[in-house]
């Protein structure tokens, strides 16, 4: 059926919205765990964004339409990135939208935005945060564009439907090349989506924090709306990997019988990511601003080892 | 009486001379001749665009001989796609500038006459036009030198400025090496045409039947590359660039940047992919590797500077750099016979041609707007402007959105273009190509990145935060003029991201004329809402859906957070107890780039200075803090500096030989008349 493809990206883009606050929960409830705190729960960051849309707006007196407009934008980008990364199945009528390239500069558009956000009052914390959250971003492009054209490389493609269907075409052989090009991912899904060692979610120190400098003046229902586009983003780079390097579980064909299993194998990876991401962020302490260099440097000699990898091995 | 497309192009020469001639007529009522003057170069330019649009959409080839120049070699004019297309991006952007300088101009009335402007406003134009008509080395030197020359007495505008004079006069001597060059590439390929019998070898059409042996191809070519390289600011030929383009009137810099670089990328295609045809790979390499350098460089430098016209400047290497990528990367597919995805990277390059010269007029048209209203070229002395230029910010953050490359407007498609074309590198058949073109994409991406990051800064301390400077001028915004000129371009700027599909399918029989291939079919397989470069499954983008996509959901999670009335509290903002927070503790474009300065700062030559002033001869009590920031280029002393002594050294030794003293002379003209006599009898 023609339709089914629509009702599965529907379901998508309200999964998104509807799961990446319960992800974030389930992260901050491991992260709990691992450090012997009692956790809030899956449902605090829901609570979180109902409590703040309820809120009065409190504005800056020289905010202009830009501060105003951020969140709203960064909001939009994010909720159409989510349509457009293969969770459930691969035949999706968003999907030609945006290669991976495109995708990326989805998130470069949201970023752009929060970091003229954060210029926006004139305090220091803001464009601060502004300056350090583009530096990163710059360091991280690079590698970022290395591990695409690596994993494109096996796959003659960039957009992320062919590449699954590619993998499930029968060259599952494990690469090594797509092996270096996960390293490389992980390391650049910590910088993009501020999780440690690069920035701290959670912290509001002057001296370490990046993101949360930029959006320090935000209130209300923006704040909400950043907040919520943040952990659709934290989702999305997971939904990503998995897409990308394990898509094994969603569906190929989009009819609606296999989207509920699509959907479970969906939620037991999720489950996985956290546990990963909570082992490396309770390992690992948050990094000097300009040890960075040498992070993203080492993200971008994995994904160049993998590239290297499949000209000479593969 | 039928009209060809070459005639529409005359007229508009025709017509921008004309008011060149006549615009010292209107001496006396200066107010008069700036409307009259510029509308006339705005119905000039327009004419030049529908010339150069037709002639690409239908794919037509007109040739006029005009009944002038040398007896043995008239001039030849020829309006190709090739020419088309570069007419059509040279009219757009003048036809904007023109309406804009209705308004800027303005603000020169009672501070000096405008009608030097005026008269080599309409010259420059008239040479760039010229340039691209051109269809012999002679007529095309000759509309360079117009164009060059122009150029060089717009810079001197307000030459009471003595960083105007030394501008000038540093991009006078570099275009005319260039030229030089080019002139010497022109002389082997016209020898090498007619075995140096005659003038008929000079014509292009003579040169384009020729066959070249590969030694004398490649001296050509390395010469034409480096005229036009140092035209077009490539490093290390730019240092011109960032001197010249600040201290020129705005709508000038916003040509000289958006669109006279551009007859640079014209010539290095005329030459290369017309004149000589085939060529070796390393040749793209070649091509490859400077606009590589020129794109990554060009951003850290721009990422440097405080004065908001100079960092445009530097921008202009950064996006030659990238046009150049797609052209090298174009070269090199062809030289391997790869003629669809030579198409594919050479229209990359083209689009990025066409929307460089938009977004980066409307960027300085935007600076100037700025330097109109405060008077202040340098951002450290800025801030807030937004709040009392509202149109001028919004439309200088279209510029800011479309130069950093993201979607959906027009940057965005252009690099996403050449990224694809380096993705299809992998198809090469030579393993060391395979190996390291894959960094060319690297770096192209970090160009990207930190683009953004140098427009974040730009726009951030410009138009955001508080007024930084020391004294408070009295700001207005731009007058009508001026917005609508900005906002043509800026409209054309989301145009062509929205909709590249229609530009790429109407600019297809370039690539057809220079590789062999049209790209259209396929670019446009899935319909005029996706882009698709090769094939559907291997990339698509959708200029209309992301637009549409992301102010659906903008829209609809606007409309559902009000439909609950919430009160918006303005405030004083936070100061975090301190009780003394004022405007010079905001964020600076110095300290904004800071991080990216420490990081790739073995790149400069910095030299930072930091004194403090103690209090009670107290070192932990300082009293003030002097910080003192110097940034130079590394190639001027690397490069320059060397040049500019040994030249220095040999004007002086020849110096020698002015002695000053009548007799002296008379010996030497006595000397040379016989060796004259001996030698040559």
Known sequence: ?314 | MTFSSIDIASYSILLLLITAISASLLNRSQKLLITIGFSLTTIASFLAVAAGAWTVGSNLTNKVILPAGLPDLLFHLRLDPLSGFFLTVIGLLSFFVSIYSIGYIKGFLGHRPVTSLIIFYCLFLAGMFMVVLADDALFFLISWEIMAAASYFLVMFEDEKIENRRAAFLYIIVAHVGAIAILLSFGIMAGLTTGFQGFSGYTFDAMRATKFPLGWATAAFLLAFFGFAAKAGVIPLHVWLPEAHPVAPSNISALMSGVMLKTAIYGIIRISFDLLKVFPWWWGAIVLVFGLVSAVMGVLYALMQHDLKRLLAYHSVENIGIILIGIGLSMIFTSFQMPLLAALALTAGLFHTMNHAMFKGLLFMGAGAVLHATHERNMEEMGGLIHKMPWTAALFLVGCISISALPPFNGFVSEWLTFQAFLLSPSLPSPLLNLLIPMGAALLALTGALAAACFVKAFGVTFLGHWRGHHNPNIKEADWPMRIGMLLSALTCLGLGILPTLFIDWMDALSEQLVGAKIASSATGLGWMWLTPIAHDRASYSGPIVFVGIMAVVVIAYVLLHSRPAAIHRVPIWDCGFEKINQRMQYNATSFSMPIRRIFGFLFSIKENVRLVSYLGNAVFPKRLHYHLRIRDLFWGWLYKPVVKASFWASRQVGRLQQGRIQVYLIYSFVTIIILLVFLR
Request: aromatic share 12%; proline share 4%; charged share 10%.
């Open chain 1, 1 to 314: 059926m023609i339709i089914y493809p629509f009702i599965i990206e529907i379901l998508q883009i309200l999964i998104i919205l509807a799961v990446a606050p319960a992800f974030a929960g389930w992260v901050k409830i491991l992260k709990c765990w691992s450090q012997g705190r009692t956790s809030p729960g899956l449902f605090q960051p829901y609570r979180d964004i109902v409590k703040l849309f309820s809120k009065d707006v409190v504005l800056a007196e020289n905010a202009s339409w830009i501060f105003r407009f951020t969140p709203y934008l960064v909001f939009g980008a994010t909720v159409l990135a989510g349509g457009i990364v293969p969770m459930l199945s691969v035949d999706l009528p968003l999907a030609a939208t945006a290669d991976v390239i495109a995708l990326v500069a989805l998130f470069a558009i949201a970023r752009f935005f929060i970091a003229l956000a954060g210029m926006d009052i004139g305090t220091a914390f803001g464009g601060m945060g502004s300056s350090r959250e583009m530096t990163i971003a710059s360091l991280a492009e690079p590698a970022m564009l290395m591990a695409i054209f690596t994993v494109s490389l096996a796959s003659k493609s960039t957009s992320l439907s062919q590449m699954i269907q590619v993998i499930y075409s029968g060259q599952s052989v494990f690469r090594p090349s797509i092996a270096f090009a996960l390293l490389a991912f992980i390391l650049i899904a910590l910088a993009e989506t501020g999780r440690i060692p690069v920035d701290n979610p959670a912290t509001h120190l002057e001296l370490t924090m990046i993101h949360e400098a930029m959006i320090l003046e935000y209130s209300g229902r923006h704040l909400a709306l950043i907040e919520w586009a943040g952990m659709m983003k934290l989702f999305l780079f997971v939904m990503l990997g998995i897409a990308v390097f394990l898509p094994w579980g969603i569906a190929a064909s989009g009819n609606l019988e296999a989207i509920p299993a699509a959907f479970l194998f969906m939620l037991l990876k999720l489950g996985i990511a956290g546990v990963c991401l909570v082992l490396i962020e309770t390992g690992l302490a948050k990094m000097r601003l300009f040890r960075l260099t040498e992070f993203l440097g080492s993200a971008f000699l994995l994904a160049t080892l993998g590239m290297l990898s499949y000209f000479i091995l593969e």
